[in-house]
């Protein structure tokens, strides 16, 4: 059984930085590309960041690009999203995906196979 955990959610000064963090157990993390989505109140699910397979490419929405950095620990088997200079837009339940690792963008909810529960982060003024 696949389980996607995230953690690291909370409320934050605009400004501020936050590190999230999602555990996988129950698959074989080196082969999945390991992405973040987010989900602002009234808005659709987009978007953050995607690294793929054991070497580490990553992608970013622009929005997020030059504040958001993503990585993983595959000896963890755990992906991380540090989040800098967080502004009020910023503020959405963060999710974690994963998608089997193969010529998918990964920039589209449709091309993961597994997702977390959520955690919420709030960037206040």
């Known amino acids: 059984q696949v389980q996607l955990v995230e953690s690291g959610g909370g409320l934050v000064q605009a400004g501020g930085s936050l590190r999230l963090s999602c555990a996988a157990s129950?698959?074989?993390?080196?082969?999945?590309?390991m992405g973040w989505f987010r989900q602002a109140p009234g808005k659709e699910r987009e978007f953050v960041a995607v690294?793929?397979?054991?070497?580490?490419?990553?992608s970013y929405a622009d929005s997020v690009k030059s504040r958001f950095t993503i990585s993983r620990d595959n000896a963890k088997n755990t992906v991380y999203l540090q989040m800098n200079s967080l502004k009020q837009e910023d503020t959405a339940v963060y999710y974690c995906?994963?998608?089997?690792?193969?010529?998918?963008?990964?920039?589209?909810?449709?091309?993961?196979?597994?997702w977390g529960q959520g955690t919420q982060v709030t960037a206040s003024s």
């Open positions: 690294i793929k397979g054991s070497g580490g490419i990553t």
């Open positions: 995906a994963a998608g089997i690792y193969d010529s998918r963008t990964y920039y589209r909810q449709e091309e993961y196979d597994y």
């Open positions: 129950g698959l074989i993390f080196g082969s999945y590309a």
